[in-house]
């Protein structure tokens, strides 16, 4: 491809003299790319790429700042050219001009970055904690911020969808991210520069769907991921939507499911004999009763004698929780069905379809990972009228429908596929001109947490490559903390090697992390506190990108010694000392040659920590808040928590077994 990138610099009394040099027609159909537009911010002290589209051959004209200058447009109707380096200031004017002149005013320079990542980085202002308040102060004009809608694609695409640039006021805020916004706030009132962010994320996606093919190869894990992808874009093909897909798998499911085969009485109807069927108690999960390391198709099915004058009535069906997904009859009759392990089930249920005495409830469970089962607390298990309760909690009868080798593999959505966000909401804003990437992500490859050690350098080195500009930086939050408290000195959790995959990129050039881990909610992903999290986002921008003397990171574990019953660990980023949340250091777990982990004693000593425990004469390996949501304590003087880590290197609950 014959690309011409071309640098203005040219004053206006030359602009003549290079139209006839190009020697072409101006441009027809002339188009730019969504991320450039009216209110936009450019990037500040280094060269900007312009670029879009036009008839072939022909001629495009540039002007902003006192530049003006052409480029000719290649045979594939693509052109581009670079402005020159700007300081920070504006308002100014871009105009792009063929037959027909765009025009884009009210331009900014300043500071420009990415923000990606899953829900955590795309929850919005309007849901986080104190959004009335923090919205009614949102006056900055000068922080302006572009959102991506949604997209997938199994090819690259050109260009993205987008509303426009929009500046940061009460009414404009609310959709926005709230970690980017809080982050480009900081960002702002420290430098004094217009500050630009480019929103570009999607809840509940794995990494691999923002790497692109090329920074995919060499693991193994994604070769037949790629070479499928490969497939349907060589075909034309384009990724089925998630009803779409959800349909033929659930087709699929029915032929397979023993209780739903025809010619046979279905495991529903209520004239079911039920000799030979196993009991499970309900609430409970799968693994916690006879049905452990299942995943499949299992029916349930309880009578329930009601009260007399209760079957004239629409009655509640309470079920508690059901993981993953259930189908639910009474008498035979479907009366409801949910998806969501977590999602309390409670059908109202129409007085036809009830009768005096004896009722049959059958439940049918989906399980494909996990726990498995109907679950909760006994008194969320039951039949009511208004205040009125007859519990059906106790032994169920169960059996199997569908055994785990014959469950048909879900389909994975398409914006969870490898590639497809790249392709659509990536790509597409490269090669624009930025200082760097704030990112927040994990939590959909925390079952793969080995693998993300491998997946996340390389989905960084990708984007690095696409863009060409070198090692640009990269920021990132680690995961917060999240479920069950911790309870054990040492959790087999995946979230905490998740988060140690994520520290391991820090060996990557330009490249700090957010720590988050006290700031996180036991019961909800989506913690509210989205303004800590775009602060130490911002602050490690400050003291990484912009040299700042600022402390932006929390203690993090650099070498461990053994000194005799105890170990010392000391620490980078200690800022102006180490100190203790409460009375006293927790969260601290050591082991002998044992691998046996107990609670440890901990005590700060200058800039080390000392551990050690009764019982542990030789120790060997140390763990701090290695839980999914661990006991902290372990903060510098500024107040930032420091990073979970272990000394050891033991086998993980997500390393593959060999």
């Not at 384009?238 to 779409?244: A, I, Q, S, T, V």
């Not at 999240?482 to 140690?500: C, G, K």
Request: glycine share 10%; net charge negative.
């Amino acid at each position: 491809m014959d690309r011409v990138d071309r640098v203005i610099a040219l004053p206006a009394a030359c602009l003549l003299a290079v139209t006839a040099a190009c020697g072409s027609e101006p441009a027809e159909y002339v188009r730019l790319p969504a991320v450039f537009g009216s209110h936009m911010v450019l990037q500040r002290d280094e060269p900007v790429a312009i670029w879009g589209w036009a008839s072939p051959r022909s001629t495009v004209t540039v002007s902003i700042y006192d530049l003006h200058g052409e480029v000719r447009v290649n045979r594939d109707s693509t052109w581009r050219m670079m402005i020159p380096a700007r300081q920070a200031g504006g308002p100014y004017t871009l105009t792009v001009a063929g037959v027909d002149t765009i025009t884009f005013s009210d331009v900014m320079v300043g500071e420009v970055w990415i923000a990606s990542g899953q829900s955590n980085m795309e929850w919005p202002l309007a849901r986080t904690r104190d959004s009335a308040i923090e919205a009614n102060a949102a006056d900055y004009p000068d922080i302006r911020y572009l959102r991506v809608a949604h997209d997938v694609s199994y090819r690259r695409k050109s260009d993205v969808t987008a509303e426009g640039w929009l500046s940061v006021t009460p009414q404009t805020v609310l959709p926005f991210s709230a970690v980017a916004y809080f982050f480009g706030r900081k960002l702002h009132d420290e430098l004094g520069v217009p500050v630009g962010i480019i929103q570009t994320t999607w809840g509940g996606t794995p990494a691999e769907a923002w790497t692109s093919s090329d920074g995919l190869e060499g693991i193994s894990d994604f070769t037949e991921p790629l070479a499928a992808v490969a497939e349907h874009a060589a075909a034309g093909d384009e990724p089925l939507g998630w009803d779409e897909s959800l349909t033929a798998w659930t087709e699929t499911l029915l032929a397979r499911d023993r209780g739903r085969q025809s010619g046979q009485t279905q495991w529903m109807a209520p004239e079911l004999g039920t000799q030979g069927w196993a009991s499970h108690p309900v609430p409970m999960t799968w693994s916690e009763g006879g049905l452990a390391e299942y995943d499949g198709v299992v029916w349930f099915r309880t009578t329930v004698d009601l009260p007399s004058g209760w079957s004239e009535s629409d009655l509640v069906l309470s079920l508690g929780m059901v993981d993953d997904i259930d189908s639910t009859w009474v008498n035979g009759r479907p009366v409801g069905g949910t998806r969501g392990w977590r999602a309390q089930r409670r059908y109202t249920v129409s007085a036809m379809h009830w009768r005096e005495g004896d009722n049959v409830i059958a439940v049918r469970v989906l399980d494909t990972g996990g726990g498995g089962g109907i679950h909760g607390d006994r008194d969320s298990v039951y039949v009511a009228r208004g205040a009125e309760r007859v519990s059906i909690a106790g032994d169920w009868q169960y059996r199997i429908g569908l055994e785990p080798a014959d469950l048909p593999q879900l389909p994975a959505a398409p914006q969870n596929q490898v590639t497809t966000l790249f392709n659509a909401m990536l790509a597409p804003i490269i090669p624009v001109s930025m200082r760097g990437v704030i990112w927040y992500q994990g939590e959909s490859n925390a079952g793969r947490a080995h693998q993300y050690r491998t997946l996340f350098p390389a989905m960084i080195h990708d984007w690095r490559r696409q863009w060409g500009r070198g090692d640009f930086p990269f920021l990132f939050v680690q995961l917060a903390n999240y479920m069950a408290p911790q309870s054990d000195p040492v959790e087999p959790e995946t979230w905490p090697e998740l988060r140690e995959a994520q520290s391991l990129a820090l060996e990557l050039a330009n490249t700090a992390q957010a720590i988050t881990i006290e700031i996180g909610e036991a019961d909800d992903i989506h913690p509210r506190n989205k303004q800590d999290v775009g602060l130490r986002l911002a602050l490690a921008a400050l003291g990484t990108v912009y040299d700042q003397d600022v402390v932006y990171s929390g203690p993090s574990l650099r070498e461990m010694t053994v000194e005799g019953n105890r170990i010392r660990l000391h620490f980078d980023h200690v800022g102006t000392g180490l100190v203790a949340a409460g009375d006293r250091l927790r969260g601290f777990a050591i082991a002998g040659e044992d691998r046996q982990f107990v609670w440890a004693n901990a005590d700060i000593d200058g800039e080390t920590v000392l551990v050690s425990a009764d019982g542990i004469a030789a120790p060997v390996a140390v763990r701090y808040a290695w839980a999914n949501n661990p006991v902290i304590s372990l903060f510098n003087r500024e107040g930032l928590p420091a990073s979970p880590f272990r000394t050891d290197d033991w086998p993980g609950v997500t390393e593959p077994t060999r």
